[in-house]
């Protein structure tokens, strides 16, 4: 199989993107028949497998049309992460007859969210404070959710809580008694994605709405099987970014005329141009690695992942800020496609664990390995 995504999957996100990603980002909403129309045809969690009637993507192939979706719109490239996250955490966590339930509903047009991070609680897991309950047949949740991407379009929420000294995941319905969803205004970054707050106020769900069939499961082990298929696709986003910023950059400097030569042939804007393309290939090294490891289910996969989440988001962050000095007044418009990669790769490197706790894993690994 080639580790290409579909020319038709690719056509059909150049078809629904078109020229519109500058116009989401200002009016900070995506349509929902766009969203509707990529999950029905099960290209917002591709590594679904067929069975359950998804594409059944490698993590590689996965990658490279995330990448492709980052570099046309990252607040579209966050609901694909939010919904494969979603898929992801239902086929490692879900009993067969959960899986056999919610993925074809996921591969199907319906939209999911994942609720981790609360007011308190971030990389810290020990203060979460959303609580599970049973209550008779019913698991009772209760809590605060903050920051949750594509919650404001979701059908379902994949809410992490505590329950007693342990975990659990539950699959929430987005319309059930209890549940609100605000959303956030005016976000830095991917300001069309669909970020909101969840609060869950004596909601009751089935027994059966829990992941794996009853609570009381490890809930850093949880978090951590979600959050790494998070991280791989932000990296393969961020690889998106620099594509595009290489892009427009580099149609700029060819085009744009200063001193009688084009912009490209000053020696210090070829510099920026070289920085760029060095960090979209340095970013895309380390997501196909990262890719291989999942794909070949290595022992390295946490590591490769974290790597090229901290790389990638890194490289975008900076190579987003090299492309708006090349365009100068030309790309600091709101919309504009640098004006957008500047914003938003500054919160790829917050999300999913910020650069800081990145760096600390990546320290721990290397003295447990020296």
């Known amino acids: 199989m080639s580790e290409r995504p579909d020319a038709a999957a690719v056509a059909l996100v150049d078809e629904l993107v078109g020229d519109l990603a500058g116009t989401w980002d200002t009016s900070g909403v995506l349509p929902d028949p766009v969203l509707r129309k990529l999950g029905g045809a099960g290209l917002l969690c591709a590594q679904v497998p ?62 999911a969210a994942v609720a981790f991070s609360e007011p308190g609680a971030g990389s810290d897991l020990s203060t979460m404070e959303t609580r599970a309950r049973i209550d008779g047949d019913e698991l009772v949740l209760d809590g605060h959710k903050v920051w949750i991407t594509g919650a404001a379009y979701a059908d379902l929420v994949v809410v992490f809580a505590g329950y007693g000294d342990a975990g659990t995941a539950v699959m929430v319905p987005a319309g059930a008694p209890g549940v609100t969803i605000e959303r956030v ?9 669909g970020h909101a707050n969840v609060r869950l106020d004596g909601v009751r769900v089935p027994l059966d709405s829990v992941l794996g069939g009853r609570p009381g499961q490890s809930l850093p082990l949880l ?37 009688g030569r084009p912009l490209a042939e000053h020696q210090l804007v070829a510099r920026h ?7 979209e ?54 919309g504009h496609a640098v004006a957008r990669a500047y914003r938003d790769a500054k919160l790829m490197e917050i999300i999913e664990g910020s650069n800081e706790m990145c760096e600390l894993m990546l320290a721990r690994h290397a003295l447990s390995a020296a």
């Open 273 to 279: 141009l070289a920085e760029l393309f060095t960090a």
């Open 50 to 111: 067929e069975v359950y009637g998804g594409p059944g993507y490698s993590s590689l192939r996965n990658g490279e049309l995330t990448a492709h979706v980052g570099g046309r719109c990252s607040s579209l490239r966050s609901i694909q992460t939010s919904q494969g996250m979603a898929a992801w955490t239902v086929t490692r966590l879900g009993t067969e007859r959960q899986r056999a339930a919610y993925l074809p509903r996921l591969v199907g047009g319906e939209l």
């Open 223 to 259: 978090v951590t099987i979600a959050l790494a298929y998070g991280r791989i696709s932000v990296a393969w986003g961020c690889a998106g970014i620099l594509r595009a910023c290489l892009a427009a950059a580099t149609a700029h400097a060819r085009g744009r005329r200063q001193f």
């Open 185 to 193: 205004p005016e976000p830095l970054g991917c300001r069309a994605a």
């Open 281 to 334: 290939r340095v970013a895309s090294r380390a997501c196909a690695d990262a890719s291989a490891s999942w794909d070949g289910n290595s022992p390295d996969l946490v590591t490769a992942t974290m790597l090229a989440k901290y790389v990638s988001s890194t490289q975008a962050a900076r190579g987003a800020a090299t492309a708006v000095q090349v365009l100068a007044s030309a790309g600091a418009r709101d």
